[in-house]
């Protein structure tokens, strides 16, 4: 199948159970605080991602690949998936597995959060499992290196099995696209890097695109988006990526293949709208990759990844307050977008 007959996503690596629990205040060691709320949801790249895309847009065909237990946060997420009309095929339930999943805490206060994950049947998912034969999808979404021990690891003389499924799903038509986790720099630096030729678009934050440069792109929790510019700058000098994004709470950054640079701010989101950031990031490359498939003006991409943003901060879970395109461009045209940062 030619790449002009291809529509549509597949979606693999993590999916877990968030188990979100919205908090008053974080607690320092040894003090009580309260949960104000608590639900658990689908969470992942490759869960998130996928609902986001349908959600963004309900016609859009989403497939996914990845391993659940057969528990009850399975079940839980296998429902995510039909009731979201993700095509699960390439699912594996685990007999015995504990699903992969996260303790997901927001802060009221602040706004932030903090996870705690157990790997469970994520540590089993191989390259074994990406089948492409049969899909028909345009773009292929992968993560999350660093909590898969098989993927993580060399396989079959590829120096990981990120490598491997990524070239085997090039080898098959599929244009691709990584997501990154924050995980330690050096490590995330050691399972990113190898991976650069074997991609075609990069969606990430000034965290990761700090870790796999080697550059210090924050300070003290604020983005240097000068050393954010230079990292990119480096990624697209090295490697053969078509189009990378950079996001950060306040603006994103985009660079194309052709020397061109995009900068974007984010929305202005009241602060009396904001339940949680969890599944921000999500949001903003579902947006961005939406807007790519579309064949959209990459500064219209970073309008739609910020909008799609802004939407998800809506929700304490990941996807419940994502809405089609229209309406997440039309919320941030009514709250506004903030002014561009100064370099």
Same mark, same amino acid.
């Given at each position: 199948?030619?790449?002009?007959?291809?529509?549509?996503?597949l979606?693999g690596g993590?999916?877990?159970?968030?188990?979100?629990?919205?908090?008053?205040?974080?607690?320092?060691?040894?003090t009580?605080t309260?949960?104000?709320?608590?639900s658990?949801?689908g969470?992942?790249?490759?869960?998130?991602?996928?609902?986001?895309?349908?959600?963004?847009?309900?016609?859009?065909? %989403?497939a996914?690949?990845?391993?659940v +237990?057969?528990d009850?946060?399975?079940?839980i997420? #296998?429902?995510? /998936?039909d009731d979201? !009309?993700?095509?699960?095929?390439?699912?594996?339930?685990?007999?015995?597995?504990r699903t992969?999943y996260?303790?997901?805490?927001s802060?009221?206060d602040t706004g932030?959060?903090?996870?705690i994950?157990?790997q469970g049947?994520?540590a089993l998912?191989?390259p074994?499992?990406?089948?492409?034969a049969?899909?028909?999808a345009?773009?292929?979404?992968?993560?999350?290196p660093g909590i898969?021990? %098989?993927?993580?690891?060399a396989?079959? +003389?590829e120096v990981?099995?990120?490598?491997a499924? #990524?070239?085997a /799903?090039?080898?098959? !038509?599929?244009?691709?696209?990584?997501?990154?986790l924050?995980?330690a720099?050096?490590r995330?630096r050691?399972?990113?890097?190898?991976c650069?030729?074997?991609l075609?678009?990069?969606?990430?934050?000034?965290?990761e695109?700090?870790?796999?440069?080697?550059t210090?792109t924050t300070r003290?929790?604020?983005?240097?988006?000068?050393?954010?510019?230079?990292?990119?700058r480096q990624?697209?000098?090295r490697?053969a990526?078509?189009?990378?994004?950079?996001?950060?709470p306040?603006?994103?950054?985009?660079?194309t293949r052709?020397?061109?640079?995009?900068?974007?701010?984010?929305?202005?989101?009241?602060?009396?709208e904001?339940?949680?950031?969890?599944g921000?990031?999500?949001a903003?490359?579902?947006g961005f990759?939406?807007?790519y498939h579309?064949?959209?003006?990459?500064p219209?991409?970073?309008k739609?990844?910020?909008a799609?943003?802004?939407?998800s901060?809506?929700?304490?879970g990941t996807?419940?307050s994502?809405?089609?395109?229209e309406?997440?461009l039309?919320l941030?045209?009514g709250?506004?977008?903030?002014?561009?940062?100064?370099?």
């Amino acid at each position: 199948m030619s790449a002009g007959q291809r529509r549509g996503f597949l979606t693999g690596g993590t999916w877990c159970a968030d188990h979100n629990k919205l908090l008053d205040r974080w607690p320092v060691e040894e003090t009580v605080t309260r949960i104000l709320e608590e639900s658990v949801e689908g969470g992942g790249s490759a869960c998130n991602f996928g609902i986001d895309i349908r959600r963004l847009d309900p016609s859009m065909p %989403v497939a996914t690949i990845g391993c659940v +237990g057969d528990d009850e946060d399975g079940r839980i997420l #296998l429902r995510y /998936a039909d009731d979201n !009309g993700i095509d699960r095929q390439g699912m594996r339930v685990i007999a015995g597995g504990r699903t992969n999943y996260t303790d997901a805490y927001s802060a009221r206060d602040t706004g932030k959060r903090t996870h705690i994950f157990h790997q469970g049947t994520s540590a089993l998912l191989s390259p074994d499992h990406f089948d492409f034969a049969g899909t028909t999808a345009r773009i292929f979404h992968l993560g999350l290196p660093g909590i898969h021990d %098989v993927m993580d690891n060399a396989w079959k +003389g590829e120096v990981n099995g990120w490598v491997a499924t #990524l070239k085997a /799903a090039r080898a098959a !038509g599929l244009e691709t696209n990584f997501e990154l986790l924050q995980i330690a720099p050096e490590r995330l630096r050691e399972l990113a890097e190898p991976c650069l030729p074997h991609l075609d678009t990069l969606v990430i934050n000034d965290y990761e695109i700090g870790a796999i440069t080697g550059t210090q792109t924050t300070r003290d929790g604020e983005t240097d988006i000068a050393a954010c510019e230079a990292a990119g700058r480096q990624i697209m000098e090295r490697s053969a990526v078509k189009v990378l994004a950079i996001h950060f709470p306040r603006a994103a950054i985009a660079f194309t293949r052709d020397g061109a640079v995009y900068r974007h701010p984010s929305v202005n989101v009241p602060q009396s709208e904001v339940r949680g950031a969890n599944g921000a990031g999500d949001a903003f490359a579902a947006g961005f990759m939406y807007g790519y498939h579309e064949a959209r003006p990459v500064p219209d991409c970073l309008k739609l990844a910020h909008a799609s943003a802004a939407a998800s901060l809506r929700s304490v879970g990941t996807t419940g307050s994502v809405e089609t395109a229209e309406r997440c461009l039309a919320l941030a045209e009514g709250w506004g977008w903030r002014a561009m940062p100064n370099t």
